[in-house]
């Protein structure tokens, strides 16, 4: 099957910095989406992003297919940022059925 | 947007005992539903896919008759984990997508504590 990494498995800042997460898939893919997981476990769904750029705030990600890899761009970071970002791809006859990789840890300190 | 609601968010079992947890999507219908299972500080595994109407669709070594799935309605599916062991405690989540979108959205999970 597909498998997804992500990079690096952990990530301290300090607030204000930025910072880039890296996602790499093994296989074409119509589905890819990133997910922030609070420390509560619920997961949301920060963009969907088969392909192409898209950004929301301070969030902005890039996926290009063609490399099979997506980018998750976090700028001016602040406390609330604090938490696990999964990526999560899904393939052609299956996109809704998702394959998570295995996450980044990220703490913002103040 | 689509919300999708789990319950409960929480329980602790005896072990031996069985257990369900409900996934409702709120605000649409879902025709498929999936299941996760998460370890502490790991990835989010899926255990299997809910059809509504038929039989659920479970990924190699997931035991189907230790996890029973129903999908009864377009809005509701329930894992049932049967005769809970200490082994079976982990964090539970479920998804659920506009029917023809790709966009999954997750419920907020579920803790099960075996004792």
């Known amino acids: 099957g597909i498998q997804v990494e992500q990079s690096p498995p952990d990530l301290i800042l300090q607030e204000g910095a930025n910072s880039t997460l890296r996602c790499n898939f093994s296989?074409?893919?119509?589905?890819l989406q990133w997910f922030h997981q609070n420390p509560w476990g619920q997961l949301i769904n920060l963009f969907y992003i088969p392909s192409g750029t898209k950004q929301n705030g301070r969030l902005s990600a890039t996926t290009v297919a063609t490399e099979r890899y997506s980018l998750l761009y976090i700028s001016s970071s602040q406390t609330t940022d604090s938490g696990v970002y999964f990526c999560?791809?899904?393939?052609?006859?299956?996109?809704?059925?998702?394959?998570f990789g295995k996450g980044t840890k990220l703490t913002v300190n103040p | 947007g689509a919300v999708v609601s789990q319950h409960p968010s929480r329980v602790i079992c005896k072990s031996g005992t069985s257990v369900k947890i409900e996934c409702r999507s709120l605000d649409f219908q879902a025709t498929t539903m999936f299941w996760y299972r998460q370890f502490p500080k790991k990835s989010l595994m899926l255990m299997a896919t809910?059809?509504?109407?038929?039989?659920?669709?479970?990924e190699q070594g997931v035991e189907k008759d230790k996890f029973l799935i129903n999908h009864a309605s377009l809005t509701l599916s329930t894992l049932t984990v049967t005769s809970a062991h200490p082994e079976d405690s982990s964090f539970y989540i479920c998804?659920?997508?506009?029917?023809?979108?790709?966009?999954?959205?997750f419920g907020a999970g579920s803790r099960l504590t075996v004792l």
């Open positions: 296989d074409s893919v119509n589905n």
């Open positions: 998804s659920a997508s506009v029917t023809g979108a790709n966009v999954l959205t």
């Open positions: 999560a791809v899904g393939s052609q006859g299956g996109s809704e059925k998702l394959v």
């Open positions: 809910s059809n509504e109407g038929s039989k659920a669709t479970y």
